[in-house]
């Protein structure tokens, strides 16, 4: 990757010495990072972090780290720009409150489900015993049901249980 970034240097400087103003050296930091074709990556890490801040974070790390370091700049940066009061926390933040809301709405949907099959079961078992519930016309899923009621009501307690509080939390 350096050496494109060399080649790509004598013909044109690089996007962060063009910005800048400046003559691009044979060992320019900004160069293998910052091509001459994306002028924008390092418009917006100049403006949130500025060149010298990011020349010298560049020249501590070894160079194998520097590629990540830079995807990182140029990550916060375009969510500052996006977001200047939270940048990426905010983003992060919105996800968080996305994932929590669709938690509570499975947790709710799973306890639909376990309302729904105790209600199944107690039908079969409270004298609704027709030729039809017979343990021969019973589905295998009935079957299991009905062999394992009281592992199906601790599940119910526990998936109500936890819809409850998950709307508890979302009504504040």
Known sequence: MKESGRKQSAASPCAACKLLRRRCAQDCVFAPYFPADEPQKFASVHKVFGASNVNKMLQELSEHQRGDAVSSMVYEANARVRDPVYGCVGAISSLQQQIDHLQTQLAI??????????????????????AGNSPENVSPSSRHTQTQPTMSLFTMDMVVDQANMGESLWSC
């Open 109 to 130: 949907a799973q306890a639909e489900v376990v309302h729904m099959r105790m209600r199944q079961f107690s039908s079969m078992s409270s004298g609704g015993g027709t």
